[in-house]
């Protein structure tokens, strides 16, 4: 069996042909969260420390992409009329655009409008499953648990943001239905990177409670061991 070197300790992945599958799992890398004008920047945050995993995810897009395994992006957004968007959350906070209000690249986290579209960059490909989330974990008021049945995906490995929020309800949520997860620590990033390392602490800890933790370097060297001329 092909492991990853991770924390706590070694992660196992599905080996070939046994009918288990990883996917990998690009949470949120979208416009309204990663460039000026977007949502992120309206809360007062600054963008440049999600900027700086793009390269990183990239890499690991390029890598499963090449190995023919399956890649899952999310999308935070709402319905145009906001029916999906409790008043608790559009009204949190003295931000000076909120949920739905015209912004620099449309109405803020809104389903179709340029702001909630995932960065050029990592723009998903024909085939690739696209999951457009009301909250902050991937599984709440979707399908994304059926289509990973679908898919025979047993194994995720996490990347996106914020690691704090959206990536770690996904990946706690994840691990409650059974899914090995792991994240990739250089593939993730928070505005606060004291939020960050506490998240990863979290993440690992207790015998790895929610899951584990690697770099993206040592996880492509493993897929490329582990499935190189053919998929799982």
């Known amino acids: 069996m092909s492991t990853v070197p991770a924390s706590p300790y070694p992660y196992s992945l599905p080996p070939r042909g046994s009918g288990a599958r990883v996917a990998l799992v690009i949470i949120d890398m979208q416009r309204d969260f990663i460039e000026p004008g977007g949502f992120g920047a309206a809360l007062g945050n600054r963008v440049e420390h999600l900027q700086q995993i793009v390269p990183t995810v990239a890499a690991l897009l390029k890598t499963f992409r090449e190995l023919s395994l399956p890649v899952i992006h999310t999308r935070e957004g709402h319905r145009p009329d906001l029916s999906d968007c409790p008043p608790a959350k559009k009204l949190r906070g003295d931000s000076t655009l909120r949920i739905g209000d015209p912004g620099p690249m449309g109405r803020i986290l809104v389903l179709g409008e340029p702001g909630n579209d995932i960065i050029p960059q990592l723009r998903p490909e024909a085939g690739e499953l696209v999951i457009d989330k009301p909250g902050k974990g991937a599984f709440y008021a979707t399908n994304l648990q059926e289509r990973l049945k679908a898919l025979g995906i047993t194994h995720l490995v996490f990347t996106g943001v914020t690691t704090e929020v959206c990536v770690q309800t996904s990946m706690r ?58 998929a799982a």
């Open 173 to 230: 949520e994840a691990n409650d239905r059974g899914y090995e997860c792991l994240l990739v620590e250089d593939g993730t990033e928070s505005y606060f990177p004291d939020f960050k390392q506490a998240t990863v602490r979290m993440i690992q800890s207790q015998g790895g409670i929610v899951g584990w933790v690697t770099t993206a370097d040592r996880l492509i060297a493993s897929l490329r061991q582990a499935y190189a001329g053919g």
